[in-house]
Structure formats: C-alpha cells, structure tokens
C-alpha cells in the first residue's frame, strides 16, 4: 500500500466525540500516523506478519493503520471505553479484525494472562510468553496534565514489544525520553527518526487558539 493511500484510509476514520482532557486525548492526524507506519514497515519491516499492539489506541487510528499494511495481529489497548466503541466501529467499517482491550496500560502486567490467551487462540502456540507483541506503535500522553504519564506508557511499551517501540513524545522532551530509555528502562537503541508537526486542534474550554502546533519527535526504540 502506498502512503497517499494509507493516509487516505485513516483520515476518514471517526474520531473522538467527546475527547477527555485528563487523559490528554487528541486525535492522531492521518499525515503523521500515515508516516509513523509507513516507516515502521517499510524501512524496518516490523509491521507485516508481526503481531502489533497499540498502547493508548483511543479511536483505533494507529492499529488500523497497522492492520492496513499487512499486520498479522492487532490489538488495542486503551482505558476509556467509548474510545473503544468508536475504534471498534472504525475497524468495521474498513473490515478489519482488531482485537480491543479496555486496560489502564500502568495495570497491563494484571492483564498479560488474558493478552497471551486471546493471542493463542488467534495465532497458535507459538505465542504463549511474556513477550508475545512484536511491535508496540502509540501516540501516549504527553505528560502536559500528569506529569510521567508519557515514561508510564513507555516503560510498559519496552517490557512488552519483542522488536520495536515507535512512539511520539514532544520535541522539548528528547533529552529525558533518551536517558529514561537507555538508563532506566534498559532500551538497546533510542533513535528519533525525525522531527514532525503534530497539528492541536481547538478541543478543550482553555485552548484559546483554533489550532497550534506543536514539535513531535518519531523514535523509535528497540526492548
């Protein structure tokens, strides 16, 4: 599938209804999740025939782009349930087979159990470890509303993903989300494969701008 393409699939998507500014929910755009994927698969082959898990799915954007471009397995993770709904229709609506969690991700350890059953009845034995994703994809928090929420989701990416951890954290973050990752959470690699503008629309009560951008670093991480 080319990019235009990918990116045409996944802009058409539904996104949130009511957003929830505690869980710091803004819609990832259809040109930087197109990106995100397209580069995952095509300059490191860790989408197609990988089982890819989407940490913080909200609306589903970056799972279905993911189930798009070949993935043998996808699943969802997120905590709020009406994101779910709408991820779920979303994944219907291009029919696709994605496999959705309702989960807090710091509380996803409680959850592996049940992870490892529903991925061994969709894939076969092979996949009964602790490590059963391949390539976790996500567009967590920024930390903006709670402070280290955005290390939370990283923390629990790199001790599930086998492969790769692509991710989005803030430009002005890049030197502590490299520390944490090599230092604290044992990353092998921590690489920002480039510099993106991720476009913030006028969601909330206290955004006094109709959209702002703010710079986003893609990296990717290997456990």
């Known amino acids: 599938m080319k990019l ?8 058409n998507l539904n996104q949130f209804s009511n957003p929830k500014i505690d869980l710091e929910q803004y819609p990832t755009g259809a040109h930087i999740a197109s990106r995100l994927l397209y580069t995952a698969e095509n300059t490191f082959g860790d989408i197609s025939g990988k089982v890819v898990a989407d940490f913080g799915c909200g609306c589903g954007t970056l799972g279905i782009a993911g189930a798009l471009l070949g993935a043998e397995h ?17 994944a219907a ?23 490892v059953c529903t991925l061994s009845q969709a894939l076969g034995p092979k996949f009964t470890s602790s490590k059963i994703v391949d390539t976790v994809v996500m567009n967590p928090p920024f930390g903006t509303r709670k402070k280290g929420s955005d290390m939370d989701f990283l923390f629990m990416a790199l001790k599930v993903a086998s492969q790769a951890v692509y991710s989005l954290h803030k430009t002005t973050t890049r030197d502590h989300v490299r520390r944490a990752a090599l230092r604290d959470f044992n990353a092998k690699s921590a690489e920002v494969l480039c510099e ?3 476009d913030v629309s006028q969601l909330y009560k206290y955004h006094k701008k109709k959209e702002v951008d703010i710079a986003v670093d893609l990296w990717r991480f290997v456990p």
């Open 196 to 198: 993106l503008r991720f």
């Open 74 to 90: 996808v699943v969802g993770i997120d905590i709020d349930s009406q994101s779910l709904e709408i991820a779920s229709l979303n």
């Open 4 to 11: 235009k393409q990918l990116e045409g699939y996944i802009g």
């Open 93 to 115: 609506d291009l029919e696709l087979d994605i496999n959705l969690i309702w989960c807090d991700i710091k509380n996803l350890k409680w959850r592996v159990f049940n992870i």
